[in-house]
């Protein structure tokens, strides 16, 4: 599978709240970084996580993004809705032995597993075969190979899955898709060929790699942005309480999302329209520290 020449970038939040600063800085930076390069920009809502999905989340997210002056291209994408492709993978997956049935549970894990990157390191139990007593998962074998990749902004990284995690799950238990396996689906199918998101999720990306190895798709490029963090260090999200944006104050809050990212406006602004014109012109990834950013 190729991609198109033309660049396409996305955001794809998850609807487990409504929209804060560390994702509005996410989505601004990935907007400018798709919009600077003359390329699509998608909105994809990835929503599989059923009980942790807050009701009118996502609309809400929607709704506060366009008042910001954000403009999408094509249609807006729901996991939700695409259960029957990340089936279609794993099949594909595990008709060429790649994938295994797992009845391991997080107990047992932790009993014989090591800390990793992510966790604990899957110790490979179920590698040849599961006992048929309890709902069980589906895990990705790994190779012994090294996964690289040079990240835009943090540059090479270098990572053991076999060492650092381990075969990892690809639908859980509960029977609900693990976020690796739809991520790497959806960005193949969009035609996704940079992914701009957070740093949280840089260490991931190795997995990801792998996955698309696997399923035969090309890798995207990928640029990790910076995590803002509250005063004790936490990373700023839904659970750490971080506020949410107001987009009855929508040039404040995108004048402090640009601020993050290291732009700031020599002339005062006076509307959203001013904004998004400085803000494209004046893009530059290498302004961009490496974070985390504190706020």
Known sequence: M???ELY??????????????????????????????GGRWLLRIEDLDGPRTMPGAADDILRVLECLGFAWDGPVVYQSQRH?????????????????????????IQALAVAGVDG??????????????????????????AQSFVDRLHGPV???????VGDFVLLRADGFWAYQLAVVVDDALQGVNDVVRGADLLVSTPRQIWLQHCLGLAHPDYCHLPLLVNRAGEKLSKQTLAPEIS????????????????????????????FWLWAESAWSLERVSKGPISV
Not at 120 to 128: E, H, I, K, S
Not at 158 to 164: F, K, N, V
Not at 253 to 274: D, F, I, K, W
């Open 2 to 4: 190729t991609f198109n």
């Open 8 to 37: 396409c970038g996305r955001f794809a939040p998850s609807p487990t709240g409504r929209l804060h600063a560390g994702s509005l800085t996410t989505a601004l930076g990935s907007y400018l970084e798709a919009k600077s390069r």
């Open 247 to 274: 987009s009855a104050a929508a040039l404040e809050e995108l004048l402090r999302a640009m601020a993050r990212l290291g732009h700031t406006p020599e002339e005062c602004l006076n509307s959203v329209t001013e």
């Open 158 to 164: 270098t990572q053991s899955l076999e060492r650092d």
């Open 84 to 108: 029957d492709l990340y089936r279609a993978a794993l099949d594909d997956l595990i008709h060429r032995g790649q994938a295994y049935r797992c009845s391991c549970t997080r107990r047992e």
């Open 120 to 145: 604990m390191v899957y110790p490979g139990t179920c590698r040849n075969g599961c006992l048929p007593r309890r709902a069980t998962s589906w895990r990705l074998r790994v190779s012994s190979e």
